[in-house]
């Protein structure tokens, strides 16, 4: 059974749907020898009414000066999770004029989604509302998904199986490796419908795995949690890459050191790379 060290995709109660603080993640964390934890809570209009307005993202843009690398021994990354927005692969913020910070001073005029994130180690890209993609075929979807991985920052892209979505997922896997970016599979996809929808989504996965599996494209491991005590527990999704009989060098956050490394290798720049 694969030892998976590093947790790349978590929720804290910023998220708004999730329950834990940041330290209650990261006590989780090291009581499961979890070497390396990301928080990346959801960065798009689902947290506030009021979403063009920074004050209400502080949490997010602050996290990478205030949080400690290093905390109880886990290493502790910044990100979030953002919504694609758009079918040219538009992820949320870019579209929303700044030119004052938080306390009302002027700035260089700039976008919510680049004042963000800019200090962040990496941002995961995912769909969550599906309404614009109504009427959309297979190659603009995919084209899609393939302009958000171009995006600078991220690095990964979220339960790509879980969207539902009619996409070639050869066509994002070369495109993926191409990047140097990773793929996800996480453990919250396998329980959030109905046990039809989550039977599709777990062959969607399959699917997917066995397509990185074949062209050497490393893919992330992450639970999505929501919660403190789902840190670290990836049980379906070890059944799932024992199944495939998924190489473990792909599994880019096996460790601490090959996740650093595979972050390194996207060219992206954070605070911890």
């Not at 396998?190 to 062209?215: Q, Y």
Request: aromatic fraction near 8%; proline fraction near 2%.
């Amino acid at each position: 059974m694969y030892d998976i060290k590093c947790d790349t995709h978590t929720h804290t109660l910023y998220s708004r749907h999730a329950y834990s603080t940041i330290k209650e993640n990261v006590i989780e964390a090291k009581e499961n020898g979890i070497e390396l934890l990301t928080s990346t809570d959801h960065f798009s209009e689902m947290l506030w009414p009021e979403y063009t307005n920074l004050k209400n993202y502080q949490y997010l843009a602050t996290s990478p000066t205030i949080w400690p690398k290093e905390w109880m021994g886990v290493t502790l990354l910044s990100g979030c999770e953002v919504d694609i927005v758009n079918l040219d692969g538009g992820l949320f913020g870019q579209d929303i004029s700044i030119d004052k910070n938080i306390v009302g001073d002027p700035i260089r005029p700039t976008n919510l989604y680049e004042l963000v994130t800019r200090k962040m180690d990496y941002v995961i890209a995912s769909i969550h509302g599906k309404a614009f993609t109504k009427g959309a075929g297979r190659n603009q979807l995919t084209d899609m998904y393939i302009k958000a991985l171009q995006d600078e920052k991220v690095f990964i892209l979220g339960h790509l199986g879980r969207s539902g979505l009619d996409v070639d997922f050869r066509a994002i896997v070369d495109a993926a490796k191409s990047l140097n970016k990773l793929l996800e599979v996480n453990e919250h996809s396998f329980e959030f419908g109905s046990e039809a929808e989550d039977s599709i989504t777990r062959s969607r996965c399959k699917e997917l795995l066995e397509i990185c599996a074949e062209k050497g494209c490393k893919v992330s491991i992450a639970t999505d949690a929501h919660i403190s005590n789902l840190i670290g527990r990836f049980e379906k999704t070890k059944v799932l890459l024992e199944e495939v009989h998924f190489p473990e060098e792909l599994i880019a956050g096996l460790n601490r050191e090959s996740f650093l490394k595979a972050l390194k290798e996207s060219g992206i720049k954070g605070r911890t790379v």
